[in-house]
């Protein structure tokens, strides 16, 4: 059961903010930070203990009970959105 829902934006709806362009260019000490970052977060995954199969498969199961269900909501250019829910373990 996908429990497939329909929701259209109420009639009061404001309208869309339109952001300019400027908005999304990083400045350069804002690209640093994300580059640091992500060299740290690079340097804990390679320094972490490995895991054997069967643990990651326990950490994997406990992930599936505590999230049994997800959420999707997709929305579309008129404001509209579709929301579906699928079991977590689906691919």
């Not at 490995?50 to 950490?59: P, S, V």
């Amino acid at each position: 059961d996908r429990q497939i829902k329909m929701f259209n934006p109420p009639s009061n709806a404001p309208a869309r903010i339109e952001l300019p362009e400027s908005f999304f260019k990083l400045s350069a000490n804002e690209i640093k930070s994300l580059y640091k970052s992500q060299v740290e977060k690079r340097e804990n995954l390679e320094n972490r203990p490995l895991k054997t199969q069967k643990i990651r498969q326990a950490e994997e199961l406990e992930r599936m009970k505590k999230y049994p269900r997800t959420t999707i909501r997709i929305r579309f250019p008129d404001s509209t959105i579709l929301q579906a829910a699928f079991k977590s373990q689906e691919k």
